[in-house]
């Protein structure tokens, strides 16, 4: 009897048998894997543009003059993200971040842009804080030396640029930090390095036109004189400090008919004539919270002899302290000098 076929085609079904029982095994397994943990689909990424706008804690931007030369160093902190947000027009924001963009300005985060799912800060620092990054790269951003850093996952980048040499003033902010954020749901593929430089060249060029280098301070804070006229259509609102201290003195001597030499501007925003025989000064900051019951050629003003305090702009926390110690002034004649003062200090 030949048995050599049979053995033959029973060791066949035998393998058939035993790839059917694998399969059915394991597709059973798959099968109660999926019953038991279903497949878990990931968020989308938001569609719509935040809202309520702007986020608590910030404010809108305001149209605000863009400063010149090394001028941004010197910006106050009530003005400087107004700036960095206002350097670019809003159609190129949405042009460069690829859709509809909101704006707003943080205390802490400085000028905030967002798309949909996009998220840009930028900020002016003096460079003892700024934000380390991963894969560091030396690169040139509106032509200042740069740094450039790339998050490990590929979500998040920022560029630092030195807008001022190393010699930089201690009181300047001389460093500008953009960062750009990617949703994390988000998919599209975004090259964010190059992102920030792409905006960062934009916003150098835009605060960085050809102007004046910041002045030499003394030991008493004071700079050298300059005569600077007001600066038309803004006077000095959202002026950087020293363009503040050089129109008020300006003003002042122009106001007391007396020599500009007379008088000290000082890098915070200040300016006071130099002999005791006059005590007239002027300061612009936003240092407090006032009622302002009077008005000054229209503006929301306090007077208190012998000193004049005016809000310069309704959005704006700036204001200006006038004062005229010696040879003591009525009320009236006070007044009247401080209104003298108004249009100039606007830049009208």
């Known amino acids: ?51 309520p706008w702007p986020e608590q804690g ?26 960095l947000c206002s350097s670019l027009p809003e159609p190129t924001w949405a042009k460069l971040l690829g859709g509809p963009v909101l704006r707003e300005v943080n205390v802490i985060f400085g000028c905030q842009v967002v798309t949909t799912t996009l998220r840009v800060s ?5 460079g003892t804080l700024v934000r380390s990054g991963e894969a560091p790269e030396q690169v040139t951003v509106g032509g200042r ?33 953009i960062s750009v954020s990617q949703d994390t749901w988000d998919q599209t593929a975004r ?8 905006l960062g060249d934009g916003i150098v060029n835009a605060v960085t036109a050809p ?61 006071e004539h130099r002999e005791d025989d006059l005590g007239v000064q002027a300061s612009s900051d ?7 019951p009077d008005r000054i050629r ?9 000193r004049v305090v005016i809000r310069l702009g309704d959005a704006s926390p700036q204001q200006v302290e006038l004062a005229w110690t010696s040879p003591r002034k009525s009320d009236e004649e006070l007044r009247a000098w401080a209104e003298s003062m108004v249009s100039g200090l606007l830049g009208r």
């Open 1 to 51: 009897m030949n048995t050599r076929g049979n053995s033959t085609r029973t060791a066949a079904l035998i393998v058939v048998a035993v790839l059917a029982f694998v399969t059915l095994l394991g597709g059973g397994a798959w099968l109660a894997w999926r019953i038991v943990f279903p497949p878990v689909s990931l968020p989308a990424p938001p569609t719509t543009l935040p809202s």
């Open 58 to 83: 910030a404010e809108a931007v305001r149209a605000v003059p863009m400063p010149t030369g090394e001028m941004v160093a010197a910006l106050p902190d009530y003005t400087a993200s107004h700036v």
């Open 122 to 126: 930028a900020k002016l620092g003096d």
């Open 145 to 177: 030396p740069a740094t450039s850093y790339q998050s490990r996952y590929g979500k998040d980048a920022s560029v630092v640029v030195r807008l001022l040499g190393p010699s930089a003033p201690s009181w300047s902010k001389p460093v500008l930090e």
């Open 191 to 198: 090259d964010l390095r190059a992102l920030a430089q792409n």
């Open 211 to 271: 102007g004046p280098a910041l002045p030499q301070v003394s030991y008493d804070d004071s700079i050298p004189p300059r005569t600077v006229g007001p600066t038309p259509g803004s006077g000095i609102v959202d002026a950087s400090t020293p363009m503040i201290a050089w129109q008020l003195c300006s003003l002042l001597a122009q106001s007391t008919q007396r020599p500009l030499t007379e008088f000290v501007p000082k890098q915070g925003g200040k300016c």
């Open 286 to 292: 936003d240092c407090c919270t006032r009622d302002f």
């Open 298 to 306: 229209g503006r929301p003003a306090l007077v208190d002899n012998p």
